[in-house]
């Protein structure tokens, strides 16, 4: 069974940071692109970050472009997101999710996803 396990999310304060850490199990995913998406309450869900099976690549929402950084470890078969200078708007639920395809921003190509981790920014 293919299981992605999110973590370290929290409570900080705004211009704090937190990393996130997706742990991936059950299969190997060093081909598959990796996503970052979140879920603030009343939204819909929405794209946050994505990484190529390499990690060549990456591609971010405007919303979080230049405090937000996703890496991916291929030997832990884990991804980061790196967030800084949060903002009381960065609020939500955030979910790892990986695809079958090289990169894709689109939710509807994410085949894996995590049961997310809260993150809550206070200002």
């Known amino acids: 069974q293919v299981q992605l396990v999110e973590s370290g999310g929290g409570l900080v304060q705004a211009g704090a940071s937190l990393r996130l850490t997706c742990a991936a199990s059950g299969r190997t995913f060093s081909s598959y692109a990796k996503g970052w998406f979140r879920q603030a309450p009343g939204k819909e869900r929405e794209f946050v970050a994505t990484?190529?099976?390499?990690?060549?690549?990456?591609y971010y929402a405007d919303s979080v472009k230049g405090r937000f950084t996703i890496s991916r470890d291929n030997a832990k078969n884990t991804v980061y997101l790196q967030m800084n200078s949060l903002k009381p708007e960065d609020t939500a639920v955030y979910y790892c999710?990986?695809?079958?395809?090289?990169?894709?921003?689109?939710?509807?190509?994410?085949?894996?996803w995590g049961r997310g981790t809260q993150v809550t920014v206070s200002s």
């Open positions: 990484i190529t099976g390499s990690g060549s690549r990456t």
């Open positions: 999710a990986a695809a079958e395809v090289a990169v894709s921003k689109e939710e509807r190509d994410y085949d894996y």
